[in-house]
């Protein structure tokens, strides 16, 4: 959930696209995991290498093929946001056409419940947690150490001015977008192991995500990223607590009170600027 | 002929959903995408006002309307309040809640929704499912036309216009964006519920999934092959929209095959339009 979020998070505040296609990207990265697994007998690692790969190249293909023209015809954000939601539904459509809309599964064998007192957890819960802080760590690193990484936030707080300092946005934005698609796959790859994929999964994950940008704050990758993790625990404390249906309707109430209260999110800065 | 006619009553139906959302995302670039939302909020109160407390149809259109709008002022005025970005995730996040509560509610019929809808009639006259009721879509869509085509010639339709298109500026000669732009919601909501009205007395059978993702992308598709900014424009999509998925029945493709290559149709319209043709068939030209 975080590391989707943090995806989302680094490409909307970089490259200023509400990146809906993200659900497509999640959802792609899941069933090639299933396809090499599953249909060619591949160990589990070799398929997560493979299922990040693929999501690698899948990011490069949507930043080539569709942002980038629609950046160069100098198209406003609306239009990237109709045209991504327009890739999510063709990624999705197109699964559901080639693998069928019954849930896929892989590796459910190494999956195995724990028990601490009336705490119940599997391996697969610990390997997440490990995940999604490893995701974390990276995308600190990532942003803070590396040159690359700070050019991607001198263009995320302002693109107009870091391109005249000699940042290449095309670079930065593609660079963006492989390390967003790249870092989603270990999520879905846990995803089929744990509770198997369908195709159009990756709307439900998407609306978290984008709830939980808001709600981490906007302009904030890390924050963003924390927000994904606390509505993930608030919500299975709610589920714990009363019927799991009425979890979307808590995670609505959050957003609501949210938008009253705290409009700029835990961690955010400002709301937003007027651009001159 | 029969089902000519209702492929004919659908289209008026979608024509409303198009014409209702290009006000909102057209003229003051309000991407909503809870519009299926407002849609299900329309229908189901027509359909529980017809069917338990057993009113007539014109009054629970009317209510349903009140309704609807009123449901579109809560959600449009925390996230106006800030920022249109905002608008879009929380009337996605809406749009996820009205789903699963009305999967949820005892109200609405839970996951089975609600059954045998009366047909509506009027005066004591029943519309039948035929003629009649198509005869009623096309007045409805008849209205909404007008009433659109009146609201973007009016001062307010400039001001949504100036809205869209710079909100520093319209705000710097006194308007009042975020009154301005709940107002457009709560208008474009009540246009939805009028054609959710009709389309509960249609169908006679609602479900919860008649109102969810899909419905909202087929009428951003709709608006988006007719073009921003064009009322025509949204009329014509939905005629092409809603014929080619009806077309395809008549090909030798499976039934489980058609739904998802609609959906893959529908997005490739989608990228295709915003590559090549970013302000649709009858649209103005959009500016960056």
């Given at each position: 959930?975080?590391?989707?979020t943090?995806?989302?998070?680094?490409?909307?505040?970089?490259?200023?696209?509400?990146?809906?296609?993200?659900?497509?990207?999640?959802?792609?990265?899941?069933?090639?995991?299933?396809?090499?697994?599953?249909?060619?007998?591949?160990?589990?690692?070799?398929?997560?290498?493979?299922?990040?790969?693929?999501?690698?190249?899948?990011g490069?293909?949507?930043?080539?093929?569709?942002?980038?023209?629609?950046?160069?015809?100098?198209?406003?954000?609306?239009?990237?946001?109709?045209?991504?939601i327009?890739?999510?539904?063709?990624?999705?459509?197109?699964?559901?056409?080639?693998?069928?809309?019954y849930?896929?599964?892989?590796?459910?064998?190494?999956k195995?419940?724990?028990?601490?007192?009336?705490?119940?957890?599997?391996?697969?819960?610990?390997?997440?947690?490990?995940?999604?802080?490893?995701?974390?760590?990276?995308?600190?690193?990532?942003?803070?150490?590396?040159?690359?990484?700070?050019?991607?936030?001198?263009?995320?707080?302002?693109?107009?001015?870091?391109?005249?300092?000699?940042?290449?946005?095309?670079?930065?934005?593609?660079?963006?977008?492989?390390?967003?698609?790249l870092?989603?796959?270990?999520?879905?790859?846990?995803?089929?192991?744990?509770?198997?994929?369908?195709?159009?999964?990756?709307?439900?994950?998407?609306?978290?995500?984008?709830?939980?940008?808001?709600?981490?704050?906007?302009?904030?990758?890390?924050?963003?990223?924390?927000?994904?993790?606390?509505?993930?625990?608030?919500?299975?404390?709610?589920?714990?607590?009363?019927?799991?249906?009425?979890?979307?309707?808590?995670?609505?109430?959050?957003?609501?009170?949210?938008?009253?209260?705290?409009?700029?999110?835990?961690?955010?800065?400002?709301?937003?600027?007027?651009?001159? | 002929?029969?089902?000519?006619?209702?492929?004919?009553?659908?289209?008026?139906?979608?024509?409303?959903?198009?014409?209702?959302?290009?006000?909102?995302?057209?003229?003051?670039?309000?991407?909503?995408?809870?519009?299926?939302?407002?849609?299900?909020?329309?229908?189901?109160?027509?359909?529980?006002?017809?069917?338990?407390?057993?009113?007539?149809?014109v009054?629970?259109?009317i209510?349903?309307?009140?309704?609807?709008?009123?449901?579109?002022?809560?959600?449009?005025?925390?996230?106006?309040?800030?920022?249109?970005?905002?608008?879009?995730?929380?009337?996605?996040?809406?749009?996820?809640?009205?789903?699963?509560s009305?999967?949820?509610?005892?109200?609405?019929?839970?996951?089975?929704?609600?059954?045998?809808?009366?047909?509506?009639?009027?005066?004591?006259?029943?519309?039948?499912?035929?003629?009649?009721?198509?005869?009623?879509?096309?007045?409805?869509?008849?209205?909404?036309?007008?009433?659109?085509?009146?609201?973007?010639?009016?001062?307010?339709?400039?001001?949504?216009?100036?809205v869209?298109?710079?909100?520093?500026?319209?705000?710097?000669?006194?308007?009042?964006?975020?009154?301005?732009?709940?107002?457009?919601?709560?208008?474009?909501?009540?246009?939805?519920?009028?054609?959710?009205?009709?389309?509960?007395?249609?169908?006679?059978?609602?479900?919860?999934?008649?109102?969810?993702?899909?419905?909202?992308?087929?009428?951003?598709?709709i608006?988006?092959?007719?073009?921003?900014?064009?009322?025509?424009?949204?009329v014509?999509?939905?005629?092409?929209?809603?014929?080619?998925?009806?077309?395809?029945?008549?090909?030798?493709?499976?039934?489980?095959?058609?739904?998802?290559?609609?959906?893959?149709?529908?997005?490739?319209v989608?990228?295709?339009?915003?590559?090549?043709?970013?302000?649709?068939?009858?649209?103005?030209?959009?500016?960056?």
């Open positions: 959930m975080a590391i989707v943090m995806g989302f998070a680094i490409v909307i505040n970089t490259v200023s696209v509400w990146h809906i296609a993200h659900a497509g990207t999640y959802v792609a990265g899941a069933y090639l995991a299933w396809i090499m697994v599953a249909l060619l007998g591949l160990p589990l690692w070799l398929g997560l290498i493979i299922s990040i790969v693929g999501c690698g190249i899948i490069i293909i949507m930043e080539i093929g569709l942002y980038r023209p629609l950046r160069r015809s100098g198209s406003p954000i609306g239009g990237y946001l109709l045209a991504s327009g890739l999510a539904f063709v990624i999705q459509n197109a699964w559901a056409l080639l693998a069928g809309t849930p896929k599964m892989v590796g459910g064998e190494i195995v419940s724990y028990n601490i007192g009336n705490i119940y957890f599997t391996n697969i819960d610990i390997i997440l947690i490990i995940a999604c802080a490893l995701v974390f760590t990276f995308f600190f690193f990532f942003l803070n150490r590396t040159s690359i990484g700070l050019s991607v936030k001198a263009v995320a707080s302002n693109s107009r001015l870091s391109e005249i300092w000699g940042a290449d946005f095309d670079r930065v934005s593609l660079i963006t977008m492989v390390i967003a698609s870092t989603v796959a270990p999520a879905s790859m846990v995803r089929v192991i744990d509770i198997g994929i369908v195709p159009f999964a990756g709307w439900d994950v998407l609306i978290l995500a984008l709830i939980a940008y808001i709600v981490g704050g906007v302009g904030s990758t890390l924050g963003a990223g924390l927000a994904g993790l606390c509505l993930g625990i608030i919500k299975s404390l709610m589920i714990w607590q009363m019927p799991s249906v009425w979890a979307p309707l808590i995670i609505f109430a959050i957003v609501y009170v949210f938008m009253w209260a705290r409009p700029r999110g835990i961690s955010g800065k400002k709301v937003w600027v007027y651009e001159v | 002929m029969d089902y000519i006619i209702t492929i004919l009553t659908s289209i008026c139906i979608w024509a409303i959903l198009g014409i209702s959302w290009n006000l909102m995302a057209g003229y003051s670039k309000l991407f909503a995408l809870c519009q299926s939302a407002f849609f299900g909020v329309g229908a189901y109160c027509t359909a529980i006002l017809m069917t338990n407390l057993g009113w007539n149809f009054p629970s259109l209510a349903a309307m009140g309704i609807t709008a009123l449901v579109a002022l809560l959600i449009a005025l925390p996230s106006l309040r800030v920022h249109s970005d905002y608008f879009l995730v929380i009337s996605l996040a809406f749009l996820y809640v009205f789903y699963h009305v999967k949820n509610l005892e109200i609405t019929g839970g996951a089975t929704g609600i059954k045998g809808i009366p047909s509506p009639s009027i005066l004591g006259w029943v519309i039948g499912p035929s003629y009649p009721y198509l005869a009623m879509s096309i007045i409805c869509l008849i209205a909404v036309y007008l009433v659109a085509r009146q609201i973007t010639k009016s001062a307010f339709g400039k001001t949504l216009l100036a869209g298109c710079d909100e520093l500026a319209a705000s710097s000669v006194g308007k009042n964006i975020t009154a301005v732009k709940v107002s457009c919601v709560m208008i474009s909501a009540t246009l939805a519920a009028i054609s959710g009205s009709l389309y509960a007395g249609q169908m006679r059978y609602i479900n919860a999934d008649d109102f969810f993702l899909d419905q909202t992308f087929l009428i951003v598709c608006v988006i092959l007719g073009g921003f900014k064009s009322i025509k424009g949204s014509l999509g939905a005629i092409i929209l809603i014929m080619i998925p009806e077309l395809m029945r008549f090909t030798p493709l499976p039934t489980t095959v058609i739904g998802p290559i609609t959906g893959l149709f529908y997005g490739l989608l990228i295709v339009i915003m590559l090549f043709r970013p302000h649709g068939l009858l649209g103005e030209r959009m500016k960056g």
